[in-house]
């Protein structure tokens, strides 16, 4: 299975109705996306990617972890006004 693949469903697995969109990037062969989760309302951002790395750091090796480069975290309201931004 492919990492992005094996992230996203981490995540959608460990964040009950989230929405994971994890890409690889082509230049520079890191891994990242973006998470949107109503369970992130009222933490911040620093909070939030501790969430996502620690459930990721505790499925992933060593070596798969060093393969993401940052996965963005958004409340469904928080997207919400992005997109019509």
Request: aromatic share 8%; glycine share 6%.
């Amino acid at each position: 299975m492919a990492i992005e693949q094996q992230i996203k469903e981490i995540l959608e697995r460990e964040l009950p109705d989230s929405q994971a969109n994890i890409e690889r990037d082509r230049d520079s062969e890191k891994v990242g996306g973006r998470v949107i989760w109503a369970g992130f309302a009222g933490n911040n951002s620093l909070r939030r990617q501790k969430r996502i790395f620690g459930l990721l750091r505790r499925e992933l090796s060593p070596t798969e972890a060093r393969d993401i480069s940052f996965i963005f975290t958004y409340t469904p309201d928080e997207y919400e006004q992005l997109q019509a931004a």
